[in-house]
């Protein structure tokens, strides 16, 4: 029997390679996009392949590149023959406070949060269609409720979740689009403030962290499972979102 394909974006780490690793183990062949990430990418690929050989393709490109886009689908369907499914994971995240944020910001915090996304999805609509395939996006909390200093970046996440809920009617009834918006299940690469987290947990209805498995999980049951789910946002927060 033929795997499903699935096609993830900044796989290589943190959240995308905890997804990766749960799509594998539910039986998917991956398509790997990482853009300056060779070390653990290379780590990934090399612990999946021994469950399974031959079951991955690692991609690399700038999401900011449109005319690179398509040819992450194409390269994913010339090596599988097919495309299930479309994980946006890749994501910029930095603050941008008013006074101090520059285009070269807004362009990149956009290319990966909105602009990649879309022009991925208009390439990989063709082949989901055939497949009955769906996309996941990969949103955020602070997409519906603004994060002091980062007014880009949430408008970037608002504009990601207006996609999928404009694609969920577009590539509908062949393609279900859908997003997950995590809460705290990963503290910032860089390093976060003690009280920063205890304040944030604190105002979170479960008073703890989640983790990466929370959100892989999710974008799982997206994928396989939720077959009559399409144009919903998935908050996998903990109930933090309650108190925003």
């Given at each position: ?18 997804i ?10 991956l ?117 002091k ?28 689009v ?25 105002s ?11 959100v ?29």
């Amino acid at each position: 029997m033929t795997a499903p394909v699935a096609l993830i974006t900044g796989a290589a780490k943190r959240v995308g390679a905890c997804i990766a690793r749960r799509l594998h183990a539910a039986g998917y062949d991956l398509a790997l996009h990482h853009r300056a990430s060779a070390a653990d990418m290379h780590a990934l690929v090399a612990a999946l392949e021994a469950a399974r050989p031959g079951s991955t393709l690692v991609l690399s490109c700038e999401l900011a590149d449109d005319n690179a886009l398509p040819g992450l689908v194409a390269d994913t369907v010339a090596r599988f023959g097919r495309l299930d499914a479309l994980v946006n994971n890749a994501s910029a995240f930095y603050p941008t406070p008013v006074g101090s944020a520059t285009g070269a910001q807004w362009d990149e915090l956009f290319a990966s949060n909105a602009r990649g996304p879309f022009f991925l999805a208009q390439a990989a609509a063709p082949h989901l269609r055939a497949t009955g395939g769906a996309i996941v996006n990969l949103g955020d909390i602070y997409g519906e409720r603004p994060l002091k200093n980062h007014t880009i970046y949430c408008m970037a996440k608002a504009a990601n979740l207006m996609l999928t809920q404009s694609l969920a009617k577009e590539l509908g009834p062949e393609v279900r689009v859908n997003a997950v918006a995590p809460g705290a299940v990963m503290w910032p690469a860089e390093g976060k403030p003690e009280h920063e987290k205890a304040a944030m947990l604190a105002s979170t209805a479960l008073k703890r962290a989640g983790d990466a498995e929370d959100v892989a999980e999710a974008v799982r049951w997206l994928l396989q499972d939720a077959r009559y789910t399409t144009g919903q946002v998935i908050r996998v927060d903990g109930g933090r979102s309650l108190n925003l």
